[in-house]
């Protein structure tokens, strides 16, 4: 096998047990790990992926715990878990999302149920997991404000990559957003959310059925994963799906202005996991502008999305 990363992957596979596999190709995706498509001797292929250097013993364990949980408790479509061990990861293969209106409807169906079935009194989840190849702090707390502010953007400060690209006064910025979040943010229940909810990580089933991949789930404020979506720019066959998902679920009509202080938590983990952020930090820099003076903002900070 020529591809060594490929090679690294059968490898890991064969270590595992899993020696019927006689061929790894490579798969879309895999900006944390490197993702491939393993062969079996049967004819049969799984899905398959690890981590060069993993950042913890956990981070594979946790991620098929969040697939399952998604599955039984919020009726979600994920891939079945096939195999995970410390080295790598085993998934039920799945195919390109199709390129229609009806599929993203589904997709607002099925994320409406997963976050209006799953309501919880606290904040957190019972572990830290993994997003990307940074822990995320799931520590519970009863109030949504302070966990979203400790555990969600205050908790990448400390990065290298985040103190290269943030200034002082941007810092200071983030800290005074985090002190007023109670009146920016209106004050909603936690519930199960997918947590890394890009468009890369919708995919669907054969028969054309949404599902999702790559959870960082925990008990937090639905619209979460709504920014995610938001800010990775979807296709144009997704431009009733925010309007649908609004209307499931009784969103109040602000909910598009919310948007960019929600979305500097996935701004700062960009920024703190690349060195090509994606235009990040000009994003995270923008929606702390308003208050790196100090100043009294009464509105909240105008709409921002990546497309």
Known sequence: MRDPMMAMLLERLHSAGMTDVVEVEPAPGGLAATAGLARRGD???????????SPSDDAFAAEAEGLTCLRT????????????????????????RP?????????????????????????GWHRDNWLGR????????????????????LRWLDEPR?????DAADRAALERLCARLPELLPDRPACLAHGDLWAQNVLATADGTPALIDPAVSYTWAEVDLAHLWTTAPPPEAHGFFDLYAELTGSDAGWRDRMPIL???????????????????????????PFRSGRRQQQPVADQTAG
Do not use: C, M, Y
């Open 43 to 53: 004819g049969s292929s799984v899905f398959v992926k690890a981590f060069a250097e």
């Open 134 to 153: 940074r822990r995320q702090v799931n520590t519970w707390e009863d109030d949504g404000f302070t966990f979203f502010a400790r555990h969600r953007l």
């Open 73 to 96: 408790a919020g009726g979600i479509t994920t891939p079945t878990v096939v195999l995970a061990t410390p080295d790598v990861l085993v998934l039920d293969v799945l195919h390109p």
């Open 263 to 289: 979305q500097l938590r996935q701004h700062l983990a960009v920024i703190a996991q690349f060195d090509d952020d994606w235009g990040a930090a000009d994003h995270a820099r923008a929606t702390l502008a």
């Open 99 to 123: 390129r229609d209106e009806a599929f993203w409807e589904q997709l607002a169906h099925a994320l409406a149920r997963l976050h209006t079935s799953t309501t919880h009194p606290r904040f």
């Open 162 to 166: 985040v103190r290269e690209a943030l």
